[in-house]
Protein backbone atom coordinates (compact mmCIF):
# COMPACT_ATOMS: atom_id res chain seq x y z
CA UNK A 1 0.00 0.00 0.00
CA UNK A 2 1.79 3.54 -0.33
CA UNK A 3 2.61 5.81 1.74
CA UNK A 4 3.17 2.36 4.51
CA UNK A 5 6.15 0.01 4.08
CA UNK A 6 5.34 -1.85 7.23
CA UNK A 7 3.59 -4.99 5.35
CA UNK A 8 3.38 -6.93 8.57
CA UNK A 9 1.73 -3.83 10.49
CA UNK A 10 -1.19 -3.72 7.49
CA UNK A 11 -0.81 -7.64 7.02
CA UNK A 12 -2.26 -7.85 11.08
CA UNK A 13 -4.45 -4.58 10.40
CA UNK A 14 -6.09 -6.72 7.66
CA UNK A 15 -6.16 -9.84 9.70
CA UNK A 16 -7.56 -8.49 13.13
CA UNK A 17 -10.18 -5.77 11.46
CA UNK A 18 -11.56 -7.73 8.02
CA UNK A 19 -12.17 -11.53 7.91
CA UNK A 20 -13.96 -11.79 4.42
CA UNK A 21 -12.51 -11.34 1.11
CA UNK A 22 -9.80 -8.94 0.46
CA UNK A 23 -10.55 -8.08 -2.53
CA UNK A 24 -13.54 -6.37 -0.99
CA UNK A 25 -10.85 -4.02 0.27
CA UNK A 26 -10.21 -2.59 -2.81
CA UNK A 27 -7.15 -5.34 -3.07
CA UNK A 28 -5.45 -5.56 -6.92
CA UNK A 29 -2.63 -8.14 -7.27
CA UNK A 30 1.03 -5.99 -7.52
CA UNK A 31 -0.84 -3.18 -6.51
CA UNK A 32 -2.18 -3.75 -2.71
CA UNK A 33 -5.46 -2.14 -1.29
CA UNK A 34 -6.57 0.92 -3.31
CA UNK A 35 -9.21 1.46 -1.47
CA UNK A 36 -8.96 5.35 -0.47
CA UNK A 37 -11.10 5.16 2.91
CA UNK A 38 -9.57 1.54 3.99
CA UNK A 39 -6.45 3.00 3.10
CA UNK A 40 -6.79 5.98 4.82
CA UNK A 41 -8.02 3.82 8.18
CA UNK A 42 -4.86 2.02 7.79
CA UNK A 43 -3.12 5.03 7.80
CA UNK A 44 -4.22 6.83 10.37
CA UNK A 45 -3.83 3.84 12.74
CA UNK A 46 0.02 3.17 11.71
CA UNK A 47 0.36 7.31 12.89
CA UNK A 48 -1.04 6.10 16.31
CA UNK A 49 1.31 2.83 16.48
CA UNK A 50 4.38 5.28 15.35
CA UNK A 51 3.80 6.27 19.33
CA UNK A 52 2.93 3.38 20.93
CA UNK A 53 4.37 1.62 23.69
CA UNK A 54 7.90 2.41 22.14
CA UNK A 55 9.91 0.96 25.40
CA UNK A 56 8.42 -2.36 24.15
CA UNK A 57 10.26 -4.45 21.15
CA UNK A 58 8.89 -3.97 17.37
CA UNK A 59 6.99 -7.26 17.47
CA UNK A 60 5.51 -6.85 20.89
CA UNK A 61 4.06 -3.48 20.06
CA UNK A 62 2.16 -4.96 17.30
CA UNK A 63 0.89 -7.73 19.50
CA UNK A 64 0.06 -5.15 21.80
CA UNK A 65 -1.44 -2.69 19.62
CA UNK A 66 -4.02 -5.37 17.88
CA UNK A 67 -4.70 -7.27 20.82
CA UNK A 68 -3.78 -10.80 18.93
CA UNK A 69 -1.39 -13.36 18.95
CA UNK A 70 0.24 -13.79 15.49
CA UNK A 71 3.89 -15.78 14.22
CA UNK A 72 5.97 -14.65 11.58
CA UNK A 73 7.47 -17.94 9.92
CA UNK A 74 11.08 -17.96 8.47
CA UNK A 75 11.62 -21.37 7.39
CA UNK A 76 8.73 -23.81 6.55
CA UNK A 77 10.09 -27.15 5.45
CA UNK A 78 8.53 -30.56 5.20
CA UNK A 79 10.23 -31.56 8.02
CA UNK A 80 11.23 -28.23 9.99
CA UNK A 81 9.42 -24.71 10.81
CA UNK A 82 11.45 -21.98 12.30
CA UNK A 83 9.99 -18.85 13.40
CA UNK A 84 10.95 -14.84 13.26
CA UNK A 85 8.61 -14.45 16.37
CA UNK A 86 5.91 -15.92 17.89
CA UNK A 87 3.63 -15.34 20.30
CA UNK A 88 3.54 -16.95 23.51
CA UNK A 89 -0.13 -17.66 23.28
CA UNK A 90 -1.05 -20.35 20.14
CA UNK A 91 -5.09 -19.49 20.84
CA UNK A 92 -6.32 -17.95 17.55
CA UNK A 93 -2.95 -17.60 16.11
CA UNK A 94 -2.51 -15.89 12.99
CA UNK A 95 0.71 -16.72 10.69
CA UNK A 96 2.82 -14.74 8.56
CA UNK A 97 5.57 -15.67 6.50
CA UNK A 98 9.10 -14.12 5.61
CA UNK A 99 9.48 -13.05 1.84
CA UNK A 100 13.08 -14.07 0.48
CA UNK A 101 14.26 -10.80 0.22
CA UNK A 102 13.57 -8.02 2.28
CA UNK A 103 11.04 -7.14 5.14
CA UNK A 104 8.21 -8.45 3.12
CA UNK A 105 5.06 -10.79 4.99
CA UNK A 106 2.14 -12.45 3.39
CA UNK A 107 -0.68 -14.39 5.29
CA UNK A 108 -0.15 -17.87 5.12
CA UNK A 109 -3.44 -19.46 5.04
CA UNK A 110 -3.95 -23.40 3.68
CA UNK A 111 -0.28 -23.85 3.54
CA UNK A 112 -0.08 -23.56 7.23
CA UNK A 113 -2.61 -25.70 9.01
CA UNK A 114 -1.98 -26.45 12.81
CA UNK A 115 -2.51 -30.17 12.27
CA UNK A 116 -0.02 -30.53 9.99
CA UNK A 117 2.62 -27.74 11.41
CA UNK A 118 2.46 -29.67 14.70
CA UNK A 119 4.91 -32.46 14.20
CA UNK A 120 7.65 -30.35 12.62
CA UNK A 121 7.59 -27.53 15.30
CA UNK A 122 11.09 -27.72 16.62
CA UNK A 123 12.27 -28.57 19.96
CA UNK A 124 11.86 -24.95 21.29
CA UNK A 125 8.55 -24.06 20.35
CA UNK A 126 7.12 -27.86 20.65
CA UNK A 127 5.27 -26.57 23.72
CA UNK A 128 2.49 -24.08 23.11
CA UNK A 129 -0.09 -22.63 25.15
CA UNK A 130 -3.27 -23.10 23.90
CA UNK A 131 -6.94 -23.20 25.46
CA UNK A 132 -8.93 -26.74 25.22
CA UNK A 133 -11.56 -24.80 23.20
CA UNK A 134 -9.15 -24.22 20.60
CA UNK A 135 -7.96 -27.89 21.05
CA UNK A 136 -11.36 -29.18 20.43
CA UNK A 137 -11.60 -26.59 17.09
CA UNK A 138 -8.31 -27.89 15.95
CA UNK A 139 -9.31 -31.39 15.75
CA UNK A 140 -13.00 -30.54 14.67
CA UNK A 141 -15.00 -31.66 17.67
CA UNK A 142 -17.08 -30.13 20.36
CA UNK A 143 -15.56 -29.73 23.84
CA UNK A 144 -17.76 -31.41 26.66
CA UNK A 145 -19.82 -28.75 29.21
CA UNK A 146 -18.10 -30.58 32.45
CA UNK A 147 -15.19 -30.00 34.59
CA UNK A 148 -11.54 -30.86 33.13
CA UNK A 149 -10.99 -33.37 36.56
CA UNK A 150 -10.09 -36.92 37.11
CA UNK A 151 -13.72 -38.34 37.54
CA UNK A 152 -14.44 -36.67 34.06
CA UNK A 153 -11.28 -37.64 32.17
CA UNK A 154 -12.86 -40.25 30.41
CA UNK A 155 -15.52 -38.10 28.80
CA UNK A 156 -12.72 -35.70 27.34
CA UNK A 157 -11.02 -38.29 25.88
CA UNK A 158 -14.21 -39.51 24.66
CA UNK A 159 -15.46 -36.30 23.44
CA UNK A 160 -11.98 -35.79 21.57
CA UNK A 161 -11.72 -39.64 20.74
CA UNK A 162 -7.89 -39.61 21.52
CA UNK A 163 -6.34 -40.69 24.67
CA UNK A 164 -5.03 -37.59 26.88
CA UNK A 165 -1.90 -38.16 28.45
CA UNK A 166 -0.15 -35.68 31.08
CA UNK A 167 3.30 -35.04 32.14
CA UNK A 168 5.57 -31.99 33.71
CA UNK A 169 8.77 -30.85 33.16
CA UNK A 170 11.83 -31.74 34.92
CA UNK A 171 14.76 -29.61 36.34
CA UNK A 172 16.22 -29.08 32.48
CA UNK A 173 13.27 -28.56 30.90
CA UNK A 174 13.14 -31.20 29.33
CA UNK A 175 10.06 -34.67 29.60
CA UNK A 176 11.49 -37.90 31.00
CA UNK A 177 9.04 -40.72 29.64
CA UNK A 178 9.18 -42.40 33.04
CA UNK A 179 9.91 -39.85 35.61
CA UNK A 180 7.50 -37.04 34.52
CA UNK A 181 4.48 -38.74 33.31
CA UNK A 182 1.58 -38.36 35.76
CA UNK A 183 -1.32 -39.52 34.15
CA UNK A 184 -1.18 -43.42 34.37
CA UNK A 185 -0.39 -45.27 31.32
CA UNK A 186 -3.65 -47.60 30.44
CA UNK A 187 -4.48 -49.71 27.39
CA UNK A 188 -6.19 -47.12 26.05
CA UNK A 189 -9.41 -48.53 23.13
CA UNK A 190 -7.99 -45.08 21.15
CA UNK A 191 -5.66 -45.43 18.74
CA UNK A 192 -4.36 -41.75 18.49
CA UNK A 193 -3.60 -39.44 21.83
CA UNK A 194 -2.56 -35.99 22.80
CA UNK A 195 -0.19 -34.62 25.19
CA UNK A 196 -0.13 -32.18 27.73
CA UNK A 197 2.15 -30.23 30.01
CA UNK A 198 0.43 -29.26 33.63
CA UNK A 199 2.53 -26.36 35.40
CA UNK A 200 2.41 -27.95 38.39
CA UNK A 201 1.78 -31.65 39.55
CA UNK A 202 0.16 -31.09 42.83
CA UNK A 203 -2.14 -28.78 40.67
CA UNK A 204 -3.39 -31.59 37.99
CA UNK A 205 -6.93 -31.63 37.48
CA UNK A 206 -7.55 -28.40 40.09
CA UNK A 207 -8.90 -25.27 38.83
CA UNK A 208 -4.93 -23.83 39.47
CA UNK A 209 -3.81 -26.14 36.76
CA UNK A 210 -2.62 -24.57 34.01
CA UNK A 211 -1.97 -26.83 30.67
CA UNK A 212 -0.22 -26.11 27.65
CA UNK A 213 0.17 -28.82 23.98
CA UNK A 214 3.18 -30.84 23.44
CA UNK A 215 2.72 -31.01 19.84
CA UNK A 216 5.28 -33.61 19.18
CA UNK A 217 7.81 -35.89 21.22
CA UNK A 218 11.24 -33.32 20.34
CA UNK A 219 11.07 -32.62 24.36
CA UNK A 220 10.98 -36.09 25.16
CA UNK A 221 13.98 -38.14 26.80
CA UNK A 222 14.59 -41.72 27.45
CA UNK A 223 18.11 -43.31 28.62
CA UNK A 224 19.88 -45.21 25.27
CA UNK A 225 22.33 -48.04 26.24
CA UNK A 226 24.97 -48.71 24.34
CA UNK A 227 24.44 -51.66 22.02
CA UNK A 228 28.01 -53.83 22.04
CA UNK A 229 28.42 -57.08 24.20
CA UNK A 230 29.45 -56.23 27.90
CA UNK A 231 29.38 -52.70 27.60
CA UNK A 232 26.54 -51.24 30.44
CA UNK A 233 26.98 -47.25 29.44
CA UNK A 234 24.01 -45.55 29.84
CA UNK A 235 23.11 -42.06 28.79
CA UNK A 236 19.74 -39.82 28.14
CA UNK A 237 21.73 -37.44 24.82
CA UNK A 238 21.41 -40.24 22.31
CA UNK A 239 24.48 -38.52 20.15
CA UNK A 240 26.36 -38.83 23.49
CA UNK A 241 25.87 -42.59 23.35
CA UNK A 242 26.76 -42.45 19.59
CA UNK A 243 29.66 -40.96 20.30
CA UNK A 244 30.68 -43.35 22.77
CA UNK A 245 29.84 -46.52 20.86
CA UNK A 246 31.90 -45.27 18.34
CA UNK A 247 35.02 -46.15 20.51
CA UNK A 248 33.77 -48.61 23.01
CA UNK A 249 35.90 -51.80 22.19
CA UNK A 250 34.37 -55.12 21.79
CA UNK A 251 35.95 -56.70 24.75
CA UNK A 252 34.98 -57.49 27.96
CA UNK A 253 37.50 -55.75 30.70
CA UNK A 254 37.76 -58.34 33.38
CA UNK A 255 39.72 -57.53 36.75
CA UNK A 256 40.90 -60.32 39.54
CA UNK A 257 41.67 -59.05 43.00
CA UNK A 258 44.45 -59.98 44.80
CA UNK A 259 45.38 -59.44 48.72
CA UNK A 260 48.65 -58.42 49.98
CA UNK A 261 49.72 -59.01 53.43
CA UNK A 262 47.90 -61.74 55.63
CA UNK A 263 44.25 -60.65 56.16
CA UNK A 264 44.01 -62.79 58.94
CA UNK A 265 42.96 -61.47 62.05
CA UNK A 266 44.97 -61.98 65.40
CA UNK A 267 41.47 -63.54 66.94
CA UNK A 268 40.92 -65.68 63.81
CA UNK A 269 44.37 -66.60 64.12
CA UNK A 270 43.77 -67.95 67.78
CA UNK A 271 40.49 -69.10 66.77
CA UNK A 272 42.38 -71.19 64.19
CA UNK A 273 45.29 -72.55 66.42
CA UNK A 274 42.37 -73.23 68.95
CA UNK A 275 42.88 -70.80 71.68
CA UNK A 276 39.96 -68.59 71.30
CA UNK A 277 36.59 -70.24 70.80
CA UNK A 278 34.54 -69.84 67.41
CA UNK A 279 31.79 -67.52 68.18
CA UNK A 280 34.55 -64.48 69.97
CA UNK A 281 36.10 -64.29 66.43
CA UNK A 282 34.71 -60.91 65.69
CA UNK A 283 34.78 -60.02 68.95
CA UNK A 284 34.50 -56.11 69.74
CA UNK A 285 35.49 -53.90 72.68
CA UNK A 286 33.00 -51.46 73.08
CA UNK A 287 33.61 -49.67 75.82
CA UNK A 288 35.44 -46.59 76.43
CA UNK A 289 36.12 -43.51 79.28
CA UNK A 290 36.48 -39.80 78.57
CA UNK A 291 37.21 -36.44 80.84
CA UNK A 292 36.88 -33.06 80.40
CA UNK A 293 39.25 -31.04 82.72
CA UNK A 294 38.16 -26.83 83.36
CA UNK A 295 40.69 -24.81 84.38
CA UNK A 296 41.71 -21.33 85.25
CA UNK A 297 44.28 -19.04 82.71
CA UNK A 298 46.62 -16.77 84.45
CA UNK A 299 49.77 -15.13 83.02
CA UNK A 300 53.42 -16.11 83.68
CA UNK A 301 54.82 -13.81 85.57
CA UNK A 302 59.38 -13.40 86.04
CA UNK A 303 61.96 -14.66 84.41
CA UNK A 304 62.09 -17.33 81.74
CA UNK A 305 66.27 -17.61 81.72
CA UNK A 306 67.07 -21.68 81.79
CA UNK A 307 63.05 -22.87 79.88
CA UNK A 308 63.38 -24.44 76.94
CA UNK A 309 60.02 -23.40 75.55
CA UNK A 310 57.98 -20.15 75.82
CA UNK A 311 55.52 -20.25 78.31
CA UNK A 312 52.88 -17.15 77.93
CA UNK A 313 50.47 -18.52 80.42
CA UNK A 314 49.77 -21.35 83.06
CA UNK A 315 46.42 -23.26 83.58
CA UNK A 316 45.46 -24.03 86.78
CA UNK A 317 43.10 -27.06 87.44
CA UNK A 318 39.31 -26.15 88.56
CA UNK A 319 37.65 -29.58 88.01
CA UNK A 320 37.22 -32.93 86.00
CA UNK A 321 34.26 -34.91 84.22
CA UNK A 322 34.02 -38.48 83.60
CA UNK A 323 31.99 -40.55 82.11
CA UNK A 324 32.00 -43.81 80.63
CA UNK A 325 29.39 -46.32 78.69
CA UNK A 326 30.08 -49.25 80.72
CA UNK A 327 27.14 -50.51 82.03
CA UNK A 328 25.09 -48.76 85.14
CA UNK A 329 28.00 -46.50 85.44
CA UNK A 330 26.48 -42.63 86.69
CA UNK A 331 28.89 -39.37 85.41
CA UNK A 332 30.94 -37.92 88.48
CA UNK A 333 32.09 -34.49 88.78
CA UNK A 334 35.12 -33.41 90.79
CA UNK A 335 35.99 -30.07 91.98
CA UNK A 336 38.72 -28.10 93.44
CA UNK A 337 38.66 -27.28 97.15
CA UNK A 338 40.72 -24.13 96.94
CA UNK A 339 43.00 -22.64 95.26
CA UNK A 340 46.04 -23.91 97.62
CA UNK A 341 48.41 -25.88 95.30
CA UNK A 342 47.93 -28.98 97.34
CA UNK A 343 43.98 -28.63 96.83
CA UNK A 344 44.86 -29.08 92.68
CA UNK A 345 47.30 -32.06 94.21
CA UNK A 346 43.70 -33.92 95.73
CA UNK A 347 42.06 -33.02 92.90
CA UNK A 348 44.23 -35.46 90.49
CA UNK A 349 44.96 -38.41 93.21
CA UNK A 350 41.07 -38.17 93.09
CA UNK A 351 40.97 -38.20 89.50
CA UNK A 352 43.08 -40.90 89.06
CA UNK A 353 41.63 -43.19 92.30
CA UNK A 354 38.68 -43.34 90.34
CA UNK A 355 40.24 -44.56 87.32
CA UNK A 356 41.57 -47.00 88.91
CA UNK A 357 37.76 -48.04 90.30
CA UNK A 358 36.33 -47.67 87.03
CA UNK A 359 39.08 -50.18 85.38
CA UNK A 360 38.60 -52.53 87.79
CA UNK A 361 34.46 -52.62 86.84
CA UNK A 362 35.91 -52.62 82.91
CA UNK A 363 37.55 -55.85 83.48
CA UNK A 364 34.11 -57.66 84.81
CA UNK A 365 33.01 -56.37 81.67
CA UNK A 366 35.49 -58.39 79.20
CA UNK A 367 34.45 -61.93 78.43
CA UNK A 368 36.02 -64.79 79.81
CA UNK A 369 37.84 -66.50 76.98
CA UNK A 370 40.35 -63.50 77.12
CA UNK A 371 41.73 -64.50 80.46
CA UNK A 372 41.99 -68.55 79.67
CA UNK A 373 43.75 -67.22 76.62
CA UNK A 374 46.35 -65.69 78.38
CA UNK A 375 46.88 -67.85 81.07
CA UNK A 376 47.55 -70.77 78.69
CA UNK A 377 50.26 -68.72 76.40
CA UNK A 378 51.82 -67.46 79.33
CA UNK A 379 52.53 -70.98 80.01
CA UNK A 380 53.58 -72.13 76.89
CA UNK A 381 55.55 -68.89 75.96
CA UNK A 382 57.44 -69.33 79.36
CA UNK A 383 60.95 -70.55 78.76
CA UNK A 384 60.53 -71.58 74.78
CA UNK A 385 63.43 -70.76 72.30
CA UNK A 386 63.04 -68.02 69.37
CA UNK A 387 61.10 -69.09 66.51
CA UNK A 388 58.37 -67.62 63.88
CA UNK A 389 55.60 -69.95 65.84
CA UNK A 390 56.73 -68.09 68.81
CA UNK A 391 56.65 -64.49 67.93
CA UNK A 392 53.32 -65.28 66.51
CA UNK A 393 51.81 -66.00 69.88
CA UNK A 394 53.54 -63.20 71.23
CA UNK A 395 52.00 -60.60 69.05
CA UNK A 396 48.32 -62.36 70.27
CA UNK A 397 49.28 -62.70 73.51
CA UNK A 398 50.02 -58.76 72.99
CA UNK A 399 46.78 -58.30 71.26
CA UNK A 400 44.82 -59.88 73.86
CA UNK A 401 46.44 -57.94 76.73
CA UNK A 402 44.98 -54.68 74.84
CA UNK A 403 41.68 -55.64 75.67
CA UNK A 404 42.69 -54.98 79.52
CA UNK A 405 43.49 -51.82 78.83
CA UNK A 406 40.29 -49.02 79.43
CA UNK A 407 40.56 -46.80 76.94
CA UNK A 408 40.09 -43.31 78.13
CA UNK A 409 39.96 -40.14 75.63
CA UNK A 410 40.14 -36.26 76.27
CA UNK A 411 37.28 -34.03 75.59
CA UNK A 412 38.23 -32.33 72.24
CA UNK A 413 41.51 -34.45 72.85
CA UNK A 414 43.31 -37.11 71.58
CA UNK A 415 43.52 -40.61 73.00
CA UNK A 416 45.16 -41.37 76.18
CA UNK A 417 46.32 -45.18 77.42
CA UNK A 418 46.04 -45.89 80.83
CA UNK A 419 48.87 -46.70 82.13
CA UNK A 420 50.53 -43.55 80.84
CA UNK A 421 47.49 -41.42 83.07
CA UNK A 422 48.89 -43.85 85.98
CA UNK A 423 52.58 -43.03 85.10
CA UNK A 424 51.79 -39.00 85.29
CA UNK A 425 49.75 -39.75 88.40
CA UNK A 426 53.07 -41.30 90.13
CA UNK A 427 55.07 -38.44 88.95
CA UNK A 428 53.05 -34.98 89.86
CA UNK A 429 53.63 -35.81 93.83
CA UNK A 430 58.02 -36.02 93.34
CA UNK A 431 57.69 -32.45 91.40
CA UNK A 432 54.58 -30.61 92.56
CA UNK A 433 53.64 -29.79 89.46
CA UNK A 434 50.80 -26.73 88.78
CA UNK A 435 48.74 -28.06 85.73
Known sequence: MDGIS?????????????????????????????????CNKIRSDYEIFNSYKNSLSYYSRLENFFNCN???????????????YTSASWNNIIFFRS????????????????????PILSKNDSLVDISFTQIFKI??????????????????????????????????GK????????????????????????????????EDAKYRLLTNSKLMISNYKCQLPGCYYIHSNKSKVK????????HIVTSKQRTYGNPESMLEYGVRIGYIPKKWESYRQKYFCCFDIETLESSHQG????????????HNTVSIAIGSNIPNYEPIFLMRKSSEPEAEQDLITEFVKHLDELHATYITQLPAFIQTALDRLDGELG???????????????????????????GFNSSKFLYNYIYQYYSVVPKFGVNN
Not at 70 to 79: E, I, M
Not at 308 to 314: C, D, P, R
Request: contains cysteine.
Open 139 to 172: YKKNAPSVPFDRSNLSLWEKALDRHIVIFDLNED
Open 175 to 206: IHKADNMISPVLQSKYTSSIMLVVNDRSLVYT
Open 303 to 314: DLVGYSTTIEHY
Open 6 to 38: DELFVGLWVSVNYKGNIKDLGYKPKSGITDRTN
Open 243 to 250: RHQATCGN
Open 383 to 409: EETFSKDRCKKSKLRTHLNDYKKLRIF
Open 99 to 118: RKYGDKYQISKQDLCLISLF
Open 70 to 84: YAVVSTLKKDEVTFQ
